[in-house]
């Protein structure tokens, strides 16, 4: 186990180097100088889609967001989700990859992903594909494959409907699936998890948005086992980019 | 938007009233052939430089020409040699551009294509000779800084006396001004490229859809956009939202003005020098007689309203025949925001705004759909039912454009990706020349189009052309990309043009914008269903989903830009021309 820890982290080096210089590269190439300001500037966004205080005993935190970094083509991409309550993080899940746009409205991303609970963690190497499905769902599919054999998959999906031209309402459905137990992280094989939401929110401006929601999870299969949870609650939040 | 616009023009005119003087306001335009804001002559001295301006009641820098916005019309006199001298006292490189005029290619003012650009601290001296006549303007080509002041109207006198009369002129420059900085707007575009859309669809109105059409078409129709993931309501990239809109400089409160005295024949000279925005021009109570088109003469038309593309200049004449003030109205062709003078016996009458029309939607037409094929079941070749709202019967007869789609000429084949770049095609692209496009249709006014620009002199003994070239406009909106035939500017080899040659270009609108194209250098030979009467343009408009062809003689060696004039569309929707 200790083996494949190091392994991992030396190779989350050697990728994040390659990453930086395939990036450097992109960035020198794409440099010309024209009449109009170059069109593919390097840009960086930061997304906090989710940052919200459930109303249940624990009063449980939630957060999910993405940060890129990137031209139009290639970007490096951060996603981080968790729940953390008052006597700290509950689980989370991280990843950095590599995205390249590899359709209209698609992308093709690969690399690393961390989960975290508080007893224990894991990396994963990852390939994942992301974008804008028709009927304009923002969807995101990340294939997950552990040096210990498990693969797991997870699927999440987002609509937004506009109610008026600041008011809008956010489904979202999220399910995971593993094909091997994981005790320590609490995960079981098959069907694993599944989480929908509705978030309505209010657009002050663009980048502004408090919003209230329900959310309902539950566990499934050996997850149940090591974690059963059904669950239904009320949330109110923030959501803001810049 | 509306009541945005108001308190925003209320703002600035208390600061105007209270004695601050800004550049915007301390100006009046309203005789600019004699004005101080119009140089004349010869030579010119021109200087770039930052101007603190307050435009929409909030400070801001702007990139001026001497100081002002607009810049300084330049009247020109057709046959002298003009010598400009232009100091860049920016901190960048600067440039500027004659929009439309005929010249040698190292004094055509595009950084890296005619020259390197004016480097901060430095003057360039252009110098040329003056071989055309009418209404042009100048702009910056360097960076964003036509969208931050950069630009001015060029009038040029004809040697010989014009077929028309008149006893007032006046130019009327339309432009938009933003406290954004353009790079915040371009980041924000890519960040989320509906950013400025304020008028999408949403539940209500889909409810007035339904109560529209019932709920089944309402359904469909909603269905089929969303299923391609476009928007109908996606007319404009950048809004009122964060653009005030300005003539002469002057936003809608504080008010250009026109003087005229009753039954005087007032010539307006509209030059669009906004970045991105398309105007609907119109003068409630007043038919505009249209004279020409970017400079050059055509057989006169009476309109009650025109749209103008951005770059794009119209002449027109006016009389007013009472003693009042008319709104020369400009609204923005998404309906955010307009631009408004007076055409007014006194200065101290001002004219009211008209309402603007409703916000327009796209249609299946725009999408460059067949709609011929649109009446059969699933003939369509898009998964998508029926359902759409139908455009036109006026665009469903058949169009008298087929003589045009049967010229035939050889076609030298370039090359084409469709990949990321891409997110439509237009299965059935037509000439519309006829369409007078999205917001215009059947509103009870007669509306300029192309096909009503006829040259006023015969171009019939003009060489039919050699060859054809298509250029696919093309773009993915999600991701805020433009490009020609799927590759973008830096991806791309120049265009050789031979010289000496006639060419065809036909230009087919793969994205769901309006795209006014420009050609640096020589001019384009608008075919508008006549031959010979083909209009002398240097950008044209190509509508969404359409095709538009016209004919270059190509008669200017050297290298040459060619690109959609929209600023934001620029960087990737551009060409580099060799002539050779």
């Known amino acids: ?242 | 938007m509306q009541r945005r616009t108001f308190v925003k023009g209320l703002a600035a005119s208390s600061l105007l009233a209270l004695g601050t003087t800004t550049v915007a306001q301390a100006r009046s335009r309203t005789m600019p052939i004699s004005n101080k804001d119009t140089l004349t002559g010869k030579e010119f001295f021109l200087t770039i430089d930052y101007t603190t301006v307050n435009i929409t009641g909030d400070t801001a820098v702007a990139t001026t020409v001497n100081g002002q916005i607009s810049g300084p019309t330049l009247v020109w006199q057709e046959g002298d040699t003009v010598t400009l001298h232009v100091t860049n006292k920016l901190k960048k490189s600067s440039s500027i551009h004659w929009h439309g005029i005929i010249l040698p290619p190292a004094m055509d003012g595009v950084p890296g294509i005619s020259f390197n650009g004016i480097p901060s601290g430095e003057t360039f001296t252009y110098r040329f000779k003056v071989r055309q006549h009418g209404t042009y303007w100048y702009h910056s080509h360097s960076g964003f800084q036509e969208q931050t002041g950069v630009y001015g109207a060029i009038v040029i006198k004809p040697k010989r006396k014009e077929p028309f009369r008149y006893n007032k002129d006046y130019v009327v420059q339309l432009s938009d001004w933003s406290d954004e900085k353009p790079t915040t707007i371009y980041k924000k575009l890519k960040q989320m490229s509906d950013y400025y859309n304020f008028s999408q669809r949403t539940i209500g109105t889909f409810i007035d859809e339904v109560k529209e059409k019932g709920f089944s078409k309402a359904f469909n129709d909603r269905k089929m956009w969303n299923q391609m993931r476009m928007n109908d309501g996606d007319i404009s990239d950048i809004t009122g939202y964060t653009y005030t809109h300005l003539m002469n400089g002057q936003n809608p409160s504080t008010q250009f003005k026109a003087l005229f005295k009753k039954g005087q024949k007032i010539r307006l000279r509209l030059v669009n020098s906004a970045a991105m925005t398309f105007f609907d021009v119109r003068i409630p109570g007043l038919k505009m007689t249209v004279v020409a088109a970017d400079g050059n003469h055509i057989k006169p038309v009476k309109v009650d309203e025109l749209r103008i593309g951005v770059a794009e200049t119209y002449d027109v004449i006016v009389q007013p025949k009472r003693n009042k003030a008319y709104a020369i109205f400009a609204q923005s062709i998404e309906r955010s925001g307009y631009a408004m003078g007076s055409l007014t016996p006194s200065s101290t009458l001002l004219a009211r705004p008209p309402k603007m029309d409703p916000i327009p939607k796209l249609t299946m037409v725009d999408m460059g759909m067949d709609m011929g094929a649109m009446g059969k079941k699933g003939g369509t070749g898009m998964k998508c039912s029926s359902g759409m709202a139908m455009p036109s019967k006026k665009s469903m007869k058949k169009y008298k454009w087929a003589a045009m789609d049967a010229q035939k000429y050889p076609i030298t084949k370039l090359p084409m990706a469709r990949g990321v770049q891409t997110t439509m095609m237009a299965m059935s692209p037509k000439y519309r020349l006829d369409d007078p496009g999205v917001g215009l249709r059947h509103n009870g006014r007669k509306v300029l189009t192309y096909a009503d620009l006829k040259n006023r002199y015969s171009t019939k003994r003009d060489r039919k052309p050699d060859r054809e070239i298509v250029l696919h406009l093309t773009g993915n909106m999600e991701r805020y990309m433009w490009s020609i035939n799927g590759i973008k500017y830096a991806d791309s080899k120049p265009l050789q043009f031979h010289y000496g040659e006639r060419l065809r270009i036909t230009f087919i609108n793969d994205t769901m914008m309006n795209h006014p194209m420009h050609l640096h250098g020589m001019w384009s030979d608008l075919e508008t269903g006549d031959d010979n009467r083909l209009v002398r343009k240097h950008t044209v408009i190509v509508q969404p989903g359409s095709k538009i062809s016209y004919r270059v003689t190509v008669d200017a060696k050297g290298s040459w830009a060619y690109h959609c004039h929209l600023l934001y569309h620029m960087g990737g929707m551009f060409r580099k021309v060799v002539v050779s």
């Not at chain 1, 940052?51 to 935190?61: A, D, G, I, Q, Y």
Request: charged letters at 25%; aromatic letters at 14%; one cysteine or more.
């Open chain 1, 1 to 242: 186990m200790r083996s494949i820890k190091i392994h991992c982290k030396k190779s989350l080096n050697d990728f994040c180097k390659k990453i930086l210089l395939s990036i450097f590269t992109v960035v020198s190439v794409s440099q010309s100088t024209f009449a109009a300001e170059g069109d593919d500037p390097l840009l960086s966004m930061v997304v906090m889609d989710k940052f919200e205080v459930l109303n249940n005993n624990e009063k449980t935190r939630v957060w999910e967001g993405s940060a890129w970094f990137g031209y139009d083509i290639n970007k490096l991409y951060i996603y981080t989700a968790g729940e953390a309550t008052a006597d700290g993080l509950e689980s989370s899940q991280n990843e950095l990859v590599y995205s390249r746009a590899i359709a209209p409205f698609w992308d093709a991303q690969i690399g690393l992903a961390y989960d975290k609970n508080a007893d224990a963690s894991k990396t994963w190497a990852e390939v994942a594909i992301a974008g804008l499905a028709p009927y304009y769902f923002e969807t995101r599919a990340a294939l997950l494959i552990n040096g210990d054999g498990n693969v797991g998959l997870r699927v999440d999906a987002e609509y937004e409907a506009l109610i008026t031209q600041k008011l809008i309402l956010t489904p979202s459905l999220e399910a995971d699936f593993y094909t091997k137990d994981d005790a320590k992280l609490e995960i079981g094989s098959g069907l694993s998890s599944v989480e929908a939401g509705l978030r309505l929110r209010y657009e002050f401006v663009r980048e502004f948005a408090p919003y209230i929601g329900v959310t309902w999870g539950r566990t499934f299969g050996n997850t149940r086992n090591y974690n059963a949870i059904n669950e239904t609650n009320f949330l109110v939040g923030l959501r803001f980019w810049f």
